[in-house]
């Protein structure tokens, strides 16, 4: 079960930092992700980070969103970095992992960006 912390409201320009907690991952080969979802809009890869460091972002976020990982006992914690937030990027944040053919998604976290 993940476990996905860090939502909240923030003023355009400001900064947010959401964690994920994937317990049991840390061993196999894993992409652990952010997505995001507004009522408008289908669900959409923000940024994600793969056991071997590799990562990937929404062309949207790329150098304002920062993801990166620690394992440690076997558990992944994953945070992302949101710098220079816009109005745009107000979403219901997902935490997601995938690892050995399963997937899993933690609750959602709202970030709200307004002023």
């Known amino acids: 079960q993940l476990q996905a912390s860090g939502g909240g409201l923030v003023q355009p320009g400001g900064s947010l930092r959401l964690s994920c907690v994937a317990p049991g991952i840390g061993r196999n080969f894993y992409t652990i992700a952010w997505y995001r979802q507004t009522p408008r809009a289908t669900r959409e890869s923000v940024a994600a980070?793969?056991?071997?460091?590799?990562?990937?972002?929404l062309s949207s976020v790329e150098g304002r969103f920062t993801i990166s990982g620690d394992n440690t006992n076997n558990t992944v914690t994953a945070t992302l970095q949101m710098t220079n937030l816009k109005p745009e990027d107000t979403a219901v944040y997902y935490c997601?992992?995938?690892?050995?053919?399963?997937?899993?998604w933690g609750k959602g976290t709202l970030v709200t960006v307004s002023s």
């Open positions: 997601n992992a995938y690892t050995g053919g399963r997937n899993s």
């Open positions: 980070l793969t056991s071997r460091g590799n990562t990937n972002y």
